[in-house]
């Protein structure tokens, strides 16, 4: 796959010069210090060498034509190295490829792939594909054959590793290391801003965790205040409409008695113009009138009295709390009560037959009313309130017996002060009259008054409800909530239930506060962030698994191609050397190197002479070390083959029955990799296919010209 290599202004090359390679076999030949190792160089700085050293210089500009007389120094050295690759070995998409190293005086080094400029990184790992690389186990230098014999045993696994072609992993296997470094500073730097931003997410979400409660304690209280605010307000309004008609009908009947009772104290003002009784009589009717009027006076406050404390039943709340609305009220049938007494009383003493039936009629259909009244009075109040109940209770029973005993006592009085009036005529018959019907009709004012006493009261209480509803309506609209008319209905007690559940719940909302709406944003866009930034965790993780994972798989293929190849190796190791020193075995062994567990096996050489007991590498003659490197390094070439071997005097030290030996080698290994073969030997010259001359003038220029195998014979050594 070779075809040619081009040196230019290379070390001793000062002038462009070219070796065709047309043939698997080509040996360069000429005398010493003419150039030839140059061109092993050569290869190894196209090939992309970084070792001065392996190129036997000091610095990049030792590379460079250093100038003589007639031909001034150069600026650059260049090699071009051109291969065949229509069987596509190397993994570009091109029948031939042109790979070509320059390096300048400054040492700046330029690369390029078909003449485009590329990365040294470019060319290792195009090469690397093919079984070819820097690292030199195809290029032996003069001297270095043995230098497998020389390294420890982990460089020695290292030079086989590279001849196995196993470089490609390890460099995979650095390649997934620098990921893994890679991936965990990103997973510490993602864990980092995670860390950071936590303790701001975790108090937003307190937020939004509080912002919820608030909204559902928002709305479960929407939906009760909504059912309490529906029922209060029928209740008002209906409380409302029924004061207000309840005050319509006391209100007429109070204008129409004030007007009656002005009428008759005209009346009776008129009747008392008239002649004066006799002194005594006028004396004793004025002292019981006196009497009448202060008992009557005692009488009507007692009424008020029993008005108020029947007004206070009212007010205490009942089990049944819009029935006593609705029935008769208290002060009528006291009224009714006293109005009887007094008809009973008018009844004695009525002469005309008319007004008696009349009287009688009304006595017996209020005694009927009376009677069946009594019957519903009863009602069940619950036990807190029936003490007060029952204060109230008594001090009305205490009340009416004293009326009642009023009662007697008026009766006692109108009959003695109707004895004396008899006594002054018809006159004072009519007056009697007169003051009967006033204090009736007082009487009866009087109990329309506390009536509205009553009502008024009611009304009082019940704008006091009103503005208090106002109140908490208002609060919950502070509080963001519309309460809306419902169309479930509840119960008063239900109401009630609802209003404390109203007020916990109210109480609850207010310790939670508001929650700032400028959180709601933030929230999402931090925890956005933290999804972000816990996928990419995730995913950081995984790949840094995978990685490891890859590692060792990695590792594992490494370590049985390793074996495998060693396996190989040795079987062909063991058939040159018995070859090379006809008879004899030799092998290479796996030996841990260091104690620790996962520390890689070296390798160390076992060597066994025909008819000398020599085991050790060390114990072996110049030549021997030079036979044993030749069968190593052609049985690495064997099992895996790399495209071409450049051996530089591997067969300086080889006495003329190994030289043939070594010539036969040479055309087995012909089959599988192209050979370069730099050689003073005529065994070697023979075996090759093409020959090329290196000389040098007196200049010190090297020059290359295809050879005879005649004109090469005529260097080599005999
Ligand atoms: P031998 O057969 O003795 O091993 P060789 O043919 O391999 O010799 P080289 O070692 O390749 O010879 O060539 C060495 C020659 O190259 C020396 O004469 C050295 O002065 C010359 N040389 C090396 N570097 C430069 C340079 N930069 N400019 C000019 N000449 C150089």
Redesign the pocket.
């Known amino acids: 796959m070779l075809k040619s290599i081009e040196l230019n202004g290379f ?2 090359f000062a002038r462009k010069s070219e070796i065709l390679i047309d043939s698997p076999t080509v040996a360069i030949v ?1 005398p ?7 061109v092993a160089e050569a290869f190894r700085f196209v090939l992309g060498e970084q070792s001065m050293k392996s190129l036997r210089c000091k610095r990049g500009e ?5 100038g003589n007389k007639s031909i001034p120094r150069a600026n650059r050295a260049s090699v071009k190295v051109v291969f065949d690759n229509s069987n596509k070995i190397l993994d570009i998409d091109f029948d031939e490829v042109v790979i070509e190293r320059i390096v300048y005086r400054d040492g700046t080094n330029e690369y390029f792939i078909n003449k485009s400029k590329v990365r040294l990184k470019d060319v290792v790992t195009l090469l690397a594909s093919a079984n070819i690389g820097s690292s030199g186990h195809h290029i032996i230098s ?1 001297g270095e054959a043995d230098r497998i014999l020389n390294a420890t045993p982990l460089q020695r696994r290292e030079i086989l590793e590279d001849a196995l072609g196993l470089r490609i992993f390890h460099y995979r296997k650095n390649e997934a290391f620098r990921k893994l470094k890679q991936t965990s500073v990103h997973i510490q730097e993602v864990e980092a801003s995670i860390r950071e931003i936590k303790p701001r997410f975790s108090f937003l979400q307190r937020q939004m965790e509080k912002r919820q409660k608030a909204q559902e304690l928002k709305d479960s209280l929407k939906k009760e205040f909504s059912l309490y605010f529906t029922f209060e307000n029928s209740y008002l309004q209906e409380l409302e409409s029924h004061i207000k008609n309840s005050k319509d009908i006391p209100k007429q009947k109070i204008t129409s008695l004030e007007k009656e009772i002005e009428t008759l104290k005209a009346k009776l003002a008129q009747l008392k113009q008239k002649p004066k009784q006799d002194k005594e009589t006028e004396k004793e009717l004025q002292k019981i009138n006196k009497q009448i009027e202060k008992l009557q006076d005692r009488k009507n406050e007692i009424l008020h009295l029993l008005g108020v404390l029947d007004g206070k039943l009212e007010v205490l709340p009942t089990g049944r709390q819009t029935n006593s609305q609705f029935t008769v009220s208290k002060e009528k049938l006291l009224f009714l009560r006293s109005l009887l007494s007094d008809l009973k009383i008018s009844l004695s003493e009525a002469s005309p037959a008319i007004l008696k039936h009349s009287i009688e009629h009304a006595v017996s259909s209020l005694t009927k009313f009376l009677a069946d009244f009594d019957l519903t009075g009863g009602q069940s109040v619950p036990n807190d309130i029936s003490l007060q109940r029952q204060k109230i209770l008594q001090q009305k029973t205490q009340l009416e017996k004293e009326k009642n005993e009023i009662d007697g006592q008026l009766k006692q009085l109108f009959d003695k002060r109707l004895a004396l009036q008899k006594q002054e005529g018809q006159n004072k018959d009519d007056v009697y009259k007169i003051q009967i019907e006033i204090a009736q009709k007082s009487a009866q004012l009087q109990e329309l008054k506390n009536e509205m006493n009553l009502l008024e009261i009611k009304e009082k209480e019940l704008q006091e409800r009103k503005s208090k509803f106002e109140e908490d309506v208002a609060e919950i609209i502070a509080l963001g909530i519309r309460p809306v008319e419902s169309n479930e209905k509840i119960s008063a007690q239900e109401a009630s239930a609802l209003k404390n559940a109203i007020q916990k719940k109210k109480i609850l909302l207010e310790e939670l506060g508001s929650v700032d709406e400028a959180f709601v944003d933030e929230y999402k866009q931090v925890k956005e962030r933290i999804e972000f930034l816990e996928g990419e965790l995730a995913d950081l993780k995984t790949s840094g698994t995978k990685l490891v994972q890859l590692i060792k798989d990695i590792d594992k293929e490494l370590s049985l191609r390793f074996e495998s190849g060693i396996l190989k190796i040795n079987e062909v190791f063991a058939e040159f050397f018995a070859i090379l020193f006809g008879g004899g075995t030799a092998k290479l062994k796996l030996v841990k190197e260091d104690t620790q567990e996962d520390a890689k096996d070296g390798i160390e050489i076992a060597v066994a002479i025909p008819r000398k007991k020599v085991s050790t590498l060390e114990a072996l003659s110049g030549g021997e070390r030079a036979l044993t490197s030749i069968a190593l390094i052609f049985a690495m070439s064997q099992v895996n083959p790399p495209p071409f071997l450049i051996l530089d ?1 591997t067969d300086a030290a080889l006495d003329e029955a190994n030289s043939r030996r070594y010539a036969e080698m040479i055309v087995k290994l012909s089959q599988k990799s192209q050979l370069i073969l ?1 050689t003073h030997n005529r065994e070697t010259m023979v075996s090759a296919g093409e020959l090329y001359g ?1 000389t ?1 003038g007196a200049d ?1 220029v ?1 020059k290359l010209l295809s050879v005879k195998l005649e004109e090469a014979l005529s260097v080599a050594k005999s």
Do not use: P, R, T, Y
């Open positions: 070390k001793s000429g010493n210090g003419s150039g030839k190792s140059n030792d590379l460079i034509w250093a003069q005097e730099i290196v040098m010190g090297s």
